[in-house]
């Protein structure tokens, strides 16, 4: 126990984390079992430690662990919790929980043991906490943590501290929100640049950014997919390509017939494996009102621009980058579906949302909200694309 505590009093002293994430004032802290999932690379680990941190310092209530520790191959989750229960320990963080088989049962077991003891445990997205899992869905509170937004990064990038607003308030009240930002940034400056790289955090670290995305993308294939939903690994080649050929066509209307001679298998394994790539945050689906997996969906995007400028680095289409950067956007806090009256998007089966460039003379509906790239302030339904980063 003793090297568990020598190991978090290192990994709390040293974590850095030079922008907070707005997660960490939205979870209720009070429940006693909390899932927090996301992607690959979006900082799940920094969030546990910085929460410990915060909170904690290193006071030996709180306890950071990591299932990669070979102690657990040995050693039940139940009896680690029990000894550390025992000698006051109130606060239990768990990483890379997928690692160890019997997680969810046992959770459920410390959960009812434990009566003092919370909980927060990380996870992939591709696992189901409360859909399919009967042994925590009634006890688990589960939140989502995405990459940076466009208000994380710029946050990061100059020193400012500018907070979120609801969609129901930059459309309400843009002009005044975009002036306000611009009085003391210039957005538009840093934009490009997020697009490129800001999404996932480990652009902080002293490494190639592509190679490592790259790397990323691979790992999330190999473990979030193949790991978790127990794939054999001998179809990996096949997903890998369907990603690939998919990525260089997004956004697009999925042809399930084609890509199951493509990859050669049923239509029935291509549509499991989109959805498989959709939960691990490689892809985003988007329906028409009404319809939702296993239908086919109406169109297939790239989850993140960061994902597109990776694959296709150099190469990648302007409107492409925004139309996937704005649903990436909306998509954080809102039902998205498939346009209605000509637009892009429909959010909430209310508001509809067209991305157009600056320069465009198409007309206009009042029906349609429409997102203008380049353009730092708008004016009635024309509203500054780089302004939906500041949805979270």
Known sequence: MESFYQTHRYLVE??????????????????????????????????????????????????????????????????????????????LLID???????????????????????????????????????DIRDIVASYNLRGFSFREYLNLKCGTNFLSYTLDEIISDHSRIAADICSKVWPLDHFDAYLHHGFYPFFLEQRNFSENLLKTMNMMLEVDILLIKQIELKYLAKIR?????????????????????????????????????????????????????PK??????VQNTNLLHAVNPGNVDKTTECKTFLYNALHAKHK????????DFCTDYQHCFKYETKDAHAKRSTKVFYAIDNLETGSKNEIPLWLFGFLY
């Not at 996870?123 to 399919?132: A, F, H, K, Q, Y």
């Not at 494996?273 to 939702?292: C, F, P, S, V």
């Not at 998205?336 to 637009?343: D, E, F, P, Q, S």
Request: proline residues 3%; aromatic residues 12%.
């Open 14 to 91: 040293h974590v850095e984390s030079p922008v907070r994430r707005q997660l960490m004032d939205e979870i209720d802290w009070t429940h006693r079992l909390i899932g927090i999932k996301g992607s690959r690379g979006v900082g799940k680990t920094t969030f546990l430690l910085q929460y410990a941190k915060d909170n904690f310092g290193v006071d030996r209530k709180c306890l950071y662990i990591n299932f990669n520790n070979f102690y657990f191959a040995q050693h039940t989750l139940v009896e680690f919790a029990g000894d550390f229960y025992r000698r006051g320990g109130r606060t």
């Open 96 to 134: 890379q929980t997928f690692k160890y088989e019997n997680w969810s049962k046992e959770l459920r077991q410390c959960y009812d043991q434990f009566p003092e003891l919370h909980i927060v445990f990380s996870g992939s997205t591709v696992m189901r906490l409360i859909e399919d899992n009967t």
């Open 241 to 293: 390509r369907l990603l690939a050929i998919l990525m260089n066509t997004a956004p697009t209307v999925p042809n399930v017939s084609q890509l199951s001679q493509d990859i050669e298998t049923s239509r029935a394994t291509i549509m499991n494996y989109i959805k498989y790539l959709k939960d691990a945050r490689l892809l985003n689906l988007l329906y028409k009102e009404g319809e939702e997996f």
């Open 296 to 301: 086919k969906p109406s169109l297939v995007y």
């Open 336 to 343: 998205v579906n498939l346009g209605k009256h000509n637009a």
